[in-house]
């Protein structure tokens, strides 16, 4: 199964992508949120395999990605994400239980998003979700001061190919995609921070129903990024052994899909 596209202005104009795989009886509908730099069209195999198990899934570039507008990989507050979430979010109306999946940076959107005001899916799944960061302080103390005097530089984000599968073909399909972006701005990175640090001392307040993925030999994200989140009453988590960032591009990611689809079979039910 293949995706569709739409487009859908946000409220300040911006042009956003978005892409649907559609099912004939959707049992509920799924809201996907792809990571920093990245693109929807990298989840076309994770789509495909929501809709064949009735699930109606959508994902959207987010502002600055992919093909949506923006200047890329730039935005000065965070909960314009937020913002943009919402908006999609309300296209998908409310006849049917709504998920919302979100990877790295969409894990972070998705778990600051749940501890909102904002109107609430019914279930969450935050895989790999970048709510901390291994920053040295220096660096984090260079980012506020660069973001104050030099807000537009941009910067590489440092990722490596073989930090995200232990398939080498991910980290070359990814490096030679067009749409992924390898550079963010400093006003960007800073308020990628602040986000983090916003939302550390408020998880309980995801009061929804929520599961957790991470692969165990993750160095980009690592583990440790999700614990606390375990702690909640209304939060599973499961760490795949060996797995790398991307578990739902390593090659055991049949089994990783296949483990969310049961969760959330059981939480459909």
Not at 40 to 61: L, N
Not at 73 to 97: A, N, Q
Not at 105 to 126: E, H, K, N, T
């Amino acid at each position: 199964m293949t995706s569709t596209t739409s487009q859908l202005m946000a409220t300040d104009g911006i042009g956003l992508l978005v892409r649907h795989w559609d099912c004939a009886e959707p049992r509920a509908r799924m809201l996907l949120l792809h990571g920093l730099g990245e693109h929807s069209g990298r989840y076309e195999h994770v789509g495909a395999f929501f809709a064949e198990k009735g699930i109606a899934v959508t994902a959207f570039d987010l502002r600055g990605h992919g093909a949506s507008g923006g200047d890329r990989v730039d935005i000065e507050d965070f909960d314009i994400f937020l913002g943009d979430v919402e908006l999609v979010l309300e296209t998908l109306g409310s006849d049917l239980p709504v998920i919302i999946y979100g990877h790295s940076m969409g894990g972070l959107i998705a778990a600051s998003y749940g501890m909102s005001s904002r109107p609430q899916a019914d279930l969450y799944v935050l895989s790999a979700p970048a709510l901390d960061a291994e920053v040295p302080a220096i660096l984090r103390v260079s980012a506020k001061v660069l973001h104050r005097v030099r807000p537009g530089l941009r910067m590489a984000n440092s990722i490596k190919g073989e930090q995200l599968s232990k398939d080498p073909a991910v980290g070359e399909k990814y490096f030679a995609d067009p749409l992924v972006e390898t550079k963010a701005t400093v006003r960007f990175g800073a308020s990628f921070l602040g986000q983090m640090d916003e939302i550390r001392d408020d998880y309980a307040s995801l009061q929804r129903p929520a599961l957790v993925i991470h692969g165990a030999d993750d160095s980009l994200v690592p583990p440790h990024a999700s614990a606390t989140l375990a702690a909640l009453d209304n939060v599973d988590r499961k760490v795949f052994a060996g797995l790398r960032h991307e578990t739902h591009n390593e090659p055991e990611q049949d089994e990783v899909l296949g483990f969310v689809a049961s969760w959330l079979d059981r939480q459909l039910a």
